[in-house]
């Protein structure tokens, strides 16, 4: 039962980084392509560049945590 309370904490950890990535990621893609804006990069897009500069950490620990809950979950289903 431990285990799988800790897996499904780090799913729920997991999405909830990712999303709030993704939502920082269009937040800045509006300065990015704004009258003063920064300006971004023509090969990944408006919102491919502002991914590209705020997300590259949160989503690479977004995924491991991912994939560690998901190893728990099922070593504490085959557990039982």
Request: no cysteine; charged share 10%.
């Amino acid at each position: 039962m431990k285990l799988l309370t800790i897996g499904l904490t780090f799913l729920l950890s997991s999405s909830i980084i990712y999303g709030s990535t993704l939502i920082s990621a269009s937040f800045y893609s509006q300065v990015l392509a704004g009258t003063d804006g920064l300006g971004w990069d023509n090969r990944y897009g408006v919102y491919g560049t502002a991914f590209r500069e705020t997300g590259t950490f949160p989503v690479i620990l977004s995924i491991l945590l991912g994939l560690i809950g998901v190893m728990l979950v099922v070593k504490s289903i085959r557990k039982k």
